[in-house]
């Protein structure tokens, strides 16, 4: 079975602090993607990033980074320098070649990036 | 280009009513997905199209849900005889190809609310 753990329901923080996310996920699966998606209040789902089982190395996007660990069956989110823009739920998933096609999610983060 | 849309953007309708829910994703997507996301909650998969075929709708919670792609594009999700257990947000993603190396990218989603 396939399943992901967001443990942090919600975090604030003030606008310009770091901020990470935290994702662990369980897999049997060798070969399965993690996926990061903000979920603005306008509720569309957007992409962020796909990372592949067989890549460990780390990614940076701008203001945005993230740290894949096999060993600790983690993936997470960090947002330097955050913006108020940055407000939105933020959900991380996971598909596996033995779940098919579906993505199976965290139940997400509520980010608040107050001014 | 254009992303996936969705319509109606939202619906309200009677306990016992039926119900169609319109999806039309990315031009040329060959892959279209259903979720359906409960409040506070992450998307839950219902079901996948491959061209016009069901591939996998495993996550039909029971058989008054029921989902079509009769020419391979537009998607219609159906619902008979709706309950208010039914009131979520039902997405709809595409991807070019389906397979787990694909992203899916999400519409903005319908919002079904069951009095």
């Known amino acids: 079975a396939q399943k992901v753990t967001q443990a942090q329901t919600e975090i604030s923080v003030v606008e310009k602090e770091d901020v990470t996310l935290d994702c662990v996920y369980e897999?049997?699966?060798?070969?399965?993607?993690l996926f990061w998606y903000k979920q603005p209040p306008s509720g569309e789902l957007v992409f962020l990033i796909r990372r592949n089982s067989f890549d460990e190395q780390n990614e940076i996007s701008g203001r945005y980074s993230w740290n894949f660990q096999k060993s600790t069956s983690s993936f997470n989110f960090t947002i330097t320098a955050s913006q108020v823009v940055d407000s939105a739920v933020y959900f991380c998933?996971?598909?596996?070649?033995?779940?098919?096609?579906?993505?199976?999610f965290g139940q997400g983060t509520r980010l608040t990036i107050n001014p | 280009g254009a992303g996936v849309s969705q319509t109606p953007s939202n619906k309200v309708t009677e306990k016992g009513k039926y119900v169609e829910l319109r999806c039309d994703p990315i031009?040329?997507?060959?892959?279209l997905y259903w979720y359906r996301q409960s409040l506070g909650q992450g998307p839950e998969f219902l079901i996948y199209f491959q061209g016009t075929g069901a591939a996998d709708d495993s996550g039909l919670p029971n058989d008054r849900f029921f989902a079509v792609r009769p020419e391979g594009s537009v998607s219609t999700l159906k619902i008979q005889r709706t309950e208010r257990g039914d009131s979520a947000v039902y997405l709809c993603a595409s991807s070019l190809i389906p397979q787990s190396t694909d992203t899916q990218y999400f519409g903005p989603g319908t919002r079904l609310t069951v009095l």
């Open positions: 031009s040329g997507h060959t892959a």
């Open positions: 998933a996971l598909r596996t070649y033995e779940g098919a096609q579906k993505l199976v």
């Open positions: 897999t049997r699966d060798t070969t399965y993607y």
